[in-house]
C-alpha cells in the first residue's frame, strides 16, 4: 500500500516552509531540493519510489516558493542561508545527518550543503547543475554558457522580470517549461499545479531573488569548496541552459565523485524518472 503524501509547515532557520513528508517514519532521511521554477511537485516522480524503498522522504518548497514562507529582503536568498534552511530541517527530523538530492538551484544548495556541512550530509546527488565554481568560470570565460545563461542577467532587473512573467496567465513561465523540455513532459495539468504555486503572494518576488542574491553576493556562492563525501552527478546532456561539460569539470571539486550523462534535458527527473529512481536507489 503506498505511502500517503504529509503536508506539514515546519520551523527552520527563523521562517517556516512547507514540506511534503512521505514514507516510514524510522527510514533514513532523504531531503529532495527542487530548484527555479518548481516547488516540491518537482519530485512528484521520485517521492513514492523513494518511500517505497523505505526511505522517509521530504521534499520542501524552499523559501520564496510556493506554500514556505518568502522574505522580501533580496539578501535572504544567499546560499549560506538557503543551506541553513535545510540544516534546520535535519534537526527537525531529529536526525543526525541525511541524504540531499538537488536539481537545478536545489543542486546548488546541495552542492554548497555537501561541501560546508560534511558531518550533516551522508550522501549528496546532484542533477543538472554543475559545482558553483565551475559554473562561474564557465560564465567568466565561455561564451557559449554565457548566451545560454541571457536570463540571469535579466533576472537582476528590478519588477520587471516579474512582471513579464505574470502576463497571460504566465504564459513565459509555461513556455519556459515546455520549450526546453521533451514534448509531453509538462501536462496542462501539471501547468495548472505550477500557475498556482507561481500565484502565491510574493512568490515570484522570491524565486527571482534566488538569482538576484547569486549575482549581487558572489563571494558567498563561489565559498562552497570541496566535497569530500559521496556524490553522484545525474546530467540531462540535452540541457538547454547548460553545457553538459560542466558536469564533467565538476568532477574536479570531487574526492569521491561519479557521473552518470542521460539522453534527457535539464528536467531530467521528469524525463527519465524511472532510470533517475534506479540511480538514486543504487546510489543511496
Given at each position: 500500500m503506498p505511502y500517503p503524501l504529509e503536508h506539514h509547515q515546519v520551523p527552520t532557520n527563523g521562517l517556516t516552509l512547507h514540506v511534503v513528508q512521505c514514507g516510514p517514519p524510522a527510514g533514513p532521511l532523504v531531503i529532495l531540493l527542487h530548484g527555479f521554477p518548481e516547488f516540491w511537485f518537482g519530485w512528484r516522480r521520485q517521492i513514492e519510489a523513494?518511500?517505497?524503498?523505505?526511505?522517509?522522504?521530504?521534499?520542501?518548497d524552499q523559501r520564496g516558493y510556493n506554500l514556505s514562507d518568502k522574505p522580501r529582503r533580496v539578501r535572504d536568498y544567499t546560499i549560506d542561508k538557503l543551506?541553513?534552511?535545510i540544516v534546520g530541517l535535519i534537526n527537525a527530523a531529529g536526525r543526525e545527518t541525511a541524504a540531499i538530492v538537488g536539481h537545478d538551484w536545489g543542486a546548488a544548495v546541495a552542492w554548497h550543503l555537501a561541501a560546508n556541512h560534511p558531518d550533516r550530509i551522508s550522501r549528496t546527488v546532484v542533477l543538472n547543475v554543475p559545482h558553483p565554481r565551475v559554473l562561474g568560470r564557465a560564465l567568466r570565460q565561455n561564451r557559449r554558457q554565457l548566451r545560454k545563461s541571457w536570463y540571469v542577467f535579466f533576472f537582476q532587473l528590478p519588477l520587471l522580470p516579474e512582471f513579464f512573467i505574470r502576463l497571460r496567465n504566465y504564459w513565459l513561465g509555461r513556455q519556459?517549461?515546455?520549450?526546453?523540455?521533451?514534448?509531453?513532459?509538462?501536462?496542462?495539468?501539471?501547468l495548472v499545479e505550477y500557475v498556482q504555486a507561481w500565484r502565491q503572494p510574493g512568490a515570484l518576488r522570491g524565486m527571482i531573488n534566488w538569482y538576484r542574491a547569486a549575482a549581487r553576493h558572489a563571494r558567498r556562492l563561489a565559498g562552497t569548496g570541496r566535497v569530500t563525501g559521496p556524490l553522484h552527478i545525474i546530467w540531462g546532456e540535452k540541457d538547454a541552459f547548460l553545457e553538459a561539460d560542466l558536469a564533467r569539470q565538476?568532477?574536479?571539486?570531487?574526492?569521491?565523485?561519479?557521473?552518470?550523462?542521460?539522453?534527457?534535458?535539464?528536467?531530467?527527473?521528469?524525463?527519465?524518472?524511472?532510470?533517475?529512481?534506479?540511480?538514486?536507489?543504487?546510489f543511496l
Open positions: 523513494l518511500a517505497e524503498a523505505g526511505y522517509r522522504v521530504w521534499a520542501p543551506a541553513a534552511d519556459s517549461l515546455r520549450r526546453t523540455s521533451r514534448p509531453g513532459t509538462f501536462s496542462n495539468a501539471d565538476s568532477l574536479e571539486f570531487c574526492d569521491d565523485g561519479q557521473l552518470t550523462y542521460l539522453k534527457a534535458s535539464h528536467w531530467v527527473q521528469h524525463e527519465e524518472a524511472a532510470e533517475v529512481n534506479r540511480l538514486l536507489l543504487a
